[in-house]
């Protein structure tokens, strides 16, 4: 069955660059059905779309965040992640990355990355 | 950007049935899925374009829509239907995906 799971450090510096990465079971990232996607939770609050990686390399960011996003896709081991620079403590938060036809219909459990020197 | 509007919270007795709208300017002419997210767990799809449910989502869960409304209704409401839900869109004009800012479903 089609599984996601998020790895990378749990704890960054401010300024620093926070890396994460989805390792995705089940299903192809190569796939031309389906959009591979982060969203990222504050603790407390709301959900907010980071932004997506298509098959073909095309992306897609949160204008809030485009400037500081890079998402990437590494076929040869089925995995997709995400690059934001110049982090705050804004930027702490549980990331979530996903897959979507554009409903996001498998989620993986989340990484809690805490910006803190 | 499109924003979509929730009311922070529901509350609802058990058995009953639960009422949790999103406005948006126009919502009717996009697709509307909703998500339920449980304390310290990842969200879950429970409706997606309007009212179609993914596989295992009990028939409990329905949407509907209207001009700048859409709804989520669950009926027959049991405590395991406490959770946070959001509502989701893809805004078209400007490619960018949308969540509401959740309501919170309290069951009495």
């Known amino acids: 069955q089609v599984q996601l799971q998020e790895s990378g450090p749990g704890l960054v510096k401010p300024s620093e660059t926070l890396s994460l990465t989805c390792t995705v079971s089940?299903?192809?990232?190569?796939?031309?059905?389906?959009?591979w996607t982060w969203i990222r939770q504050p603790p407390g609050k709301g959900l907010e779309w980071i932004g997506y990686?298509?098959?073909?390399?095309?992306?897609n960011y949160n204008p809030s965040l485009k400037s500081r996003v890079t998402i990437s896709l590494d076929t040869s081991n089925n995995q997709f992640s995400l690059r934001l620079t110049s982090v705050t403590a804004a930027d702490t938060a549980m990331y979530y990355c996903?897959?979507?036809?554009?409903?996001?219909?498998?989620w993986g459990q989340g990484a809690l990355v805490t910006v803190s020197s | 950007s499109y924003v979509l509007t929730q009311p922070p919270s529901v509350s609802v007795a058990p058995g009953q049935t639960a009422s949790i709208t999103c406005g948006g300017n126009n919502i009717g002419s996009k697709s509307v899925h909703w998500y339920q997210q449980k304390p310290g767990q990842a969200p879950v799809l429970v409706v997606y374009d309007d009212t179609s449910r993914p596989s295992g989502i009990p028939e409990r869960f329905s949407g509907s829509k209207s001009t700048n409304t859409a709804t989520l209704t669950i009926t027959r409401v049991a405590a395991g239907d406490e959770a946070d839900y959001y509502c989701?869109?893809?805004?078209?004009?400007?490619?960018?995906?949308?969540f509401g800012a959740g309501t919170k479903l309290t069951v009495l």
């Open positions: 989701q869109v893809w805004d078209s004009s400007s490619d960018y995906w949308v």
């Open positions: 089940g299903v192809s990232v190569t796939s031309t059905t389906y959009y």
């Open positions: 990686i298509y098959h073909s390399g095309s992306t």
């Open positions: 996903a897959r979507a036809t554009v409903p996001l219909d498998y």
